[in-house]
């Protein structure tokens, strides 16, 4: 069955380092996520991506965050300047679109560690 | 926030039937239940979602009360693996750049099967 996959699954960073967290959607999929879990917490919503741009962003998503869909399969999210309080589990997600009702199915994560 | 509730916590013995339940009665005429779980600190795994018509897979079922205010997720027989955080979270259909299909998790139910 198709899954979402996530690299690196472990990521370790100096606070004020750049870090790219890649995933690799479901072929066929149409919508893109990114959320973040901190440890302990719900998982939130940060960003979706539709149609080569961003659809819909929280409040978590500002300047410091981009994401991009190089080519046709890799979905990144990068964090410009890290900051200790961006340590946390980030998962991807994807949503095929047609019919409109189907589930968006996530990867496994990359646990982000910042030092 | 998230528009449903749910217990915070649920024990359930391996082999009996294990039955979530879910509150949403803001839930709108479009809007679809749909239940994840979540291992450890794993993705979040899709389970199964519905309209308002009762629906069973391979994982579970779904029961939707008529006036579709509540739901009823059932784990006919559970096992030790199915130990998780369980989310019940409503969401309208996807429709291109304008509902983006972000889903709002909120704690959950923390289900605990006992052998």
């Known amino acids: 069955e198709p899954e979402v996959t996530q690299t690196p699954s472990h990521q370790v960073t100096q606070m004020g380092q750049e870090v790219i967290l890649r995933c690799v959607p479901i072929?066929?999929?149409?919508?893109f996520y990114w959320y973040r879990q901190i440890l302990g917490q719900k998982v939130e919503f940060l960003v979706s991506?539709?149609?080569?741009?961003?659809?819909?962003k929280s409040e978590i998503f500002d300047d410091q965050f981009s994401v991009e869909r190089p080519d046709g399969s890799n979905f990144t999210l990068k964090i410009r300047s890290t900051k200790l309080e961006d340590s946390a589990m980030y998962f991807c997600?994807?949503?095929?679109?047609?019919?409109?009702?189907?589930?968006?199915?996530f990867g496994d994560g990359t646990r982000l560690s910042i030092l | 926030d998230a528009k449903t509730t749910q217990p915070p916590s649920m024990d359930c013995a391996e082999g009996r039937a294990a039955n979530l339940p879910c509150n949403h009665s803001?839930?709108?005429?479009?809007?679809?239940v749909y239940w994840y779980r979540q291992i450890h600190s794993q993705g979040p795994q899709y389970i199964i979602h519905?309209?308002?018509n009762n629906e069973t897979n391979e994982m579970a079922s779904l029961i939707i009360t008529e006036d579709r205010k509540s739901s009823t997720l059932i784990l006919p027989h559970a096992t030790l693996r199915d130990t998780a955080v369980y989310y019940c979270?409503?969401?309208?259909?996807?429709?291109?750049?304008?509902?983006?299909?972000?889903?709002?998790f909120g704690q959950g139910t923390t289900l605990q099967v006992k052998p």
């Open positions: 519905g309209l308002k």
């Open positions: 997600a994807s949503n095929v679109g047609a019919r409109g009702n189907q589930p968006q199915h």
């Open positions: 072929s066929n999929h149409l919508y």
């Open positions: 803001t839930i709108s005429g479009n809007e679809y």
């Open positions: 991506f539709y149609n080569n741009e961003i659809s819909e």
């Open positions: 979270i409503v969401r309208a259909p996807l429709r291109g750049s304008g509902n983006t299909g972000k889903l709002i």
